[in-house]
């Protein structure tokens, strides 16, 4: 158990619909970061919070939003979803300092219909 | 912004014996960190191994080491006496001290042990 939970396990939902996917990280870990994993595909970064501000964003649709609250919990929105955007979301926390490695969540498996 | 490459899609290992994965970035940066995941099929990513730039001496995990050239940027993993557990998707990992300390990982080396 890597200490950072990702709800809901499983996602299944219809085009054009909205979602959201809610990250918690790690206790003491003001990072979270978003990843994408489509099936038999690598890690496409997302987007990264630190301490409730946006930090870095990568290869995130303008479909897509985050934000992290005050208790460092994290949300990912998908609107508008497509077919395309069925995938496994990663969340992943990590500590300020450089030798700590990023922690993963277990996954939401997004399908759409 | 660093890159990460995996030049090995796909790679298979004879059970109990010895298989290297290769990793290559580019950066400009004198401080950083590597690290090595396993993803699975379950598809939990799990940290393998990890390398601080600064240190010359290559990290040990068990049967995992990895083979660090910071001259060359090379980071490759070696996975002695291979174990059909280690079957897996490995993704090799750059963090940077700069930027935000954000993490860029490979594409994935998919690793098939055969029995």
């Known amino acids: 158990d890597s200490g950072v939970t990702q709800t809901p396990k499983h996602l299944i939902t219809a085009t054009g619909q909205r979602v959201t996917l809610r990250c918690s990280p790690r206790s003491g870990d003001l990072s979270v970061y978003w990843y994408q994993q489509s099936l038999d595909q690598g890690l496409q970064f997302l987007i990264q919070?630190?301490?409730?501000?946006?930090?870095a964003k990568g290869n995130i649709l303008e479909r897509f939003s985050a934000q992290q609250f005050p208790d460092l919990h994290s949300e990912l929105n998908l609107s508008s979803l497509e077919l395309g955007d069925s995938a496994l979301y990663f969340c992943?926390?990590?500590?300020?300092?450089?030798?700590?490695?990023?922690?993963f969540g277990p996954g939401t498996r997004l399908t759409v219909l | 912004a660093q890159t990460v490459t995996q030049s090995q899609p796909e790679m298979s290992v004879q059970e109990a014996e010895t298989v290297t994965l290769s990793c290559t970035y580019d950066?400009?940066?004198?401080?950083?960190?590597l690290f090595w995941y396993k993803q699975p099929p379950s598809r939990q990513m799990i940290l393998v191994i990890r390398?601080?730039?600064?240190?010359?001496q290559n990290a040990t995990e068990n049967r995992f080491s990895v083979n660090f050239q910071k001259a060359a940027k090379s980071f490759s993993l070696k996975i002695s006496d291979s174990q059909l557990g280690d079957a897996a998707m490995y993704f090799c990992?750059?963090?940077?001290?700069?930027?935000?300390?954000?993490?860029?990982f490979g594409t994935g080396t998919s690793l098939t042990v055969i029995p």
């Open positions: 919070y630190y301490n409730g501000e946006e930090r």
């Open positions: 990992a750059y963090r940077s001290a700069m930027g935000g300390n954000q993490f860029y």
């Open positions: 950066t400009s940066e004198s401080d950083y960190y």
């Open positions: 992943a926390s990590s500590a300020p300092r450089l030798a700590d490695e990023q922690f």
């Open positions: 390398q601080e730039a600064y240190k010359q």
